[in-house]
């Protein structure tokens, strides 16, 4: 699973790592009849510090990790060198830690995921997807939402967005799916040139054979979507579940119950169907870069 990227550092990080190993403790525990109170208190933790641990929501201490191992049986040498690998793995910063100072910690769980990802399957209402904008479209983006930071702020944020879209054209890139409001295409962000750039640059998105990119064009009038913008991530990994990504003006939600993620699946493949075939969508990308003077 892990990949790595063109610096040399590796492109999936600690997210799904702490997935990966959270998931194998919780199989451990349970095949033991280990209760969460019994595996906490065997580390001086409480229960919902066991169930974050299994759910990767937070790091691993080798030493509890050892402790758990010998509570739930595990004594051969080469399985717990493996999963104490994995926790020492887990706890390295991904590449994106460089830019700590402009990334906010819930968005920092998001880029572990997305770059980890088999399929990332998108819907969004306001803007293109950040995976696919332009430089100076994802400048005039963080503008709007950073009107006070300074040259080298904003600089710094375009830069991880532009960073982000390497995962696209990687040796083992993920597969996007993303469905687009029409609104979002016509909207003017930073004025006719800068959307007429990046109209351009969709159209050579659409040429990526790991790129599916439909339109839900304004004659569908209300879809099942109408919530707002959401993301469903898949892993290849069958230990990990799909997660639902829905980010906030200051937070996000990350939703993995099975009810929740076949909720929001259902919604997708709707949109997906209201919205124009992929095969339509360079022609309608070509229409409105006419319509923008092209």
Same mark, same amino acid.
């Given at each position: 699973?892990?990949?790595?990227?063109?610096?040399?550092?590796?492109?999936?990080?600690?997210?799904?790592?702490?997935?990966?190993?959270?998931?194998?403790?919780?199989?451990?525990?349970?095949?033991?009849?280990?209760?969460?109170?019994?595996?906490?208190?065997?580390?001086?933790?409480?229960?919902?510090?066991?169930?974050?641990?299994?759910?990767?929501?937070?790091?691993?201490?080798?030493?509890? /990790?050892?402790? %758990?191992?010998?509570?739930?049986?595990?004594?051969?040498?080469? $399985? &717990?060198? *493996?999963? #104490?690998?994995? =926790? !020492?793995?887990?706890?390295?910063?991904?590449?994106?830690?460089?830019?700590?100072?402009?990334?906010?910690?819930?968005?920092?769980?998001?880029?572990?995921?997305?770059?980890?990802?088999?399929?990332?399957?998108?819907?969004?209402?306001?803007?293109?997807?950040?995976?696919?904008?332009?430089?100076?479209?994802?400048?005039? /983006?963080?503008? %709007?939402?950073?009107?006070?930071?300074?040259?080298?702020?904003? $600089? &710094?944020? *375009?830069? #991880?967005?532009? =960073? !982000?879209?390497?995962?696209?054209?990687?040796?083992?890139?993920?597969?996007?799916?993303?469905?687009?409001?029409?609104?979002?295409?016509?909207?003017?962000?930073?004025?006719?040139?800068?959307?007429?750039?990046?109209?351009?640059?969709?159209?050579?998105?659409?040429?990526?054979?790991?790129?599916?990119?439909?339109?839900?064009?304004?004659?569908?009038?209300?879809?099942?979507?109408?919530?707002?913008?959401?993301?469903?991530?898949?892993?290849?990994?069958?230990?990990?579940?799909?997660?639902?990504?829905?980010?906030?003006?200051?937070?996000?939600?990350?939703?993995?119950?099975?009810?929740?993620?076949?909720?929001?699946?259902?919604?997708?493949?709707?949109?997906?169907?209201?919205?124009?075939?992929?095969?339509?969508?360079?022609?309608?990308?070509?229409?409105?870069?006419?319509?923008?003077?092209?």
């Amino acid at each position: 699973m892990t990949t790595t990227r063109p610096d040399g550092e590796t492109a999936t990080g600690p997210t799904v790592l702490r997935m990966l190993l959270g998931a194998q403790l919780r199989r451990l525990r349970e095949a033991n009849g280990v209760t969460r109170e019994t595996a906490g208190w065997e580390i001086r933790a409480s229960e919902s510090k066991i169930s974050r641990m299994e759910l990767g929501r937070v790091g691993f201490k080798e030493r509890d /990790v050892a402790d %758990l191992l010998t509570l739930y049986g595990v004594h051969d040498d080469d $399985e &717990r060198k *493996v999963l #104490l690998g994995l =926790a !020492r793995d887990a706890n390295e910063p991904g590449w994106w830690h460089r830019y700590g100072d402009v990334l906010p910690q819930w968005f920092q769980s998001y880029l572990g995921l997305e770059a980890a990802a088999a399929l990332i399957r998108t819907y969004e209402v306001q803007f293109v997807p950040g995976l696919l904008q332009s430089r100076d479209y994802a400048r005039a /983006v963080v503008l %709007l939402g950073h009107r006070s930071a300074s040259r080298e702020e904003v $600089e &710094r944020r *375009v830069n #991880l967005r532009m =960073a !982000r879209q390497q995962l696209l054209t990687r040796p083992d890139p993920p597969q996007l799916w993303a469905v687009v409001d029409e609104a979002a295409l016509r909207r003017p962000i930073g004025g006719p040139e800068v959307m007429y750039d990046q109209i351009t640059s969709l159209i050579e998105a659409t040429k990526l054979p790991n790129v599916r990119l439909q339109v839900m064009p304004f004659a569908s009038g209300g879809h099942a979507a109408a919530g707002g913008a959401f993301s469903i991530l898949r892993f290849p990994d069958q230990d990990l579940p799909d997660v639902v990504y829905i980010e906030q003006l200051t937070s996000a939600l990350y939703l993995d119950k099975r009810d929740d993620v076949d909720h929001y699946a259902a919604a997708m493949e709707r949109v997906c169907v209201e919205a124009e075939p992929p095969g339509r969508t360079p022609d309608i990308l070509a229409r409105i870069l006419a319509d923008l003077g092209g």
